[in-house]
């Protein structure tokens, strides 16, 4: 890992674990998790936001009420708009993304869950994601959030990946196995 992806994770970390800890403490978990979609919505549909909190350009102060601004337009709670303005005050929104990553990480901790991101050759149904998830549970013995997209390159099948393991079940990893061992006859 790179030092400044490390330095990034760590300050992310220091500022999920405090901003959990307090909506912990005041038994404000579920807001918590709909201000963190919210922002995370924000964040993927428009690039103004992102770049605000990248570039730096933009000034403490800019950074801070345009933050401000965002939190009251989106009705997220005191506690994240605060702690996002304090953010922007030390210069540190550019850890938003992996902020709300770990935020979440830490929400489905608490609630016994985990989240497996599943790739797929074409969308998943509802039950197949729900046989998915149950098998998954089976596996780790907890609760799983199935997080899917759609990648038309893998023909078939399915990548799942559940905290560090993975398994590739698609035809297009099976094809290049193929490929690879007929090399080596070869």
């Not at 800890?21 to 919210?38: H, R």
């Not at 601004?69 to 994240?80: P, Q, T, Y």
């Not at 799942?160 to 196995?177: A, E, H, P």
Request: no cysteine; hydrophobic share 40%.
């Amino acid at each position: 890992m790179s030092e400044s992806a490390s330095t990034s994770s760590g300050i992310a970390s220091r500022y999920a674990t405090a901003i959990f800890d307090l909506a912990k403490e005041n038994k404000n978990l579920k807001m918590l998790e709909s201000d963190i979609d919210a922002l995370s919505s924000a964040l993927e549909g428009s690039e103004d936001f992102s770049s605000l909190i990248l570039s730096p350009i933009y000034s403490r102060d800019e950074q801070g009420t345009a933050v401000a601004a965002i939190a009251k337009k989106m009705d997220v709670s005191d506690m994240l708009g605060n702690a996002l303005g304090l953010m922007a005050s030390k210069r540190r929104l550019f850890v938003l993304p992996q902020l709300l990553n770990e935020l979440r990480d830490l929400i489905a901790d608490e609630k016994g869950e985990i989240t497996a991101d599943v790739t797929a050759a074409k969308a998943l149904t509802k039950a197949q994601s729900d046989a998915l998830a149950k098998t998954l549970k089976a596996t780790v013995g907890k609760d799983v959030k199935i997080n899917s997209t759609v990648d038309e390159k893998l023909i078939g099948g399915l990548v799942v990946k559940v905290g560090s393991k993975m398994i590739d079940t698609s035809i297009r990893s099976k094809l290049n196995s193929l490929q690879n061992s007929m090399k080596e006859v070869g």
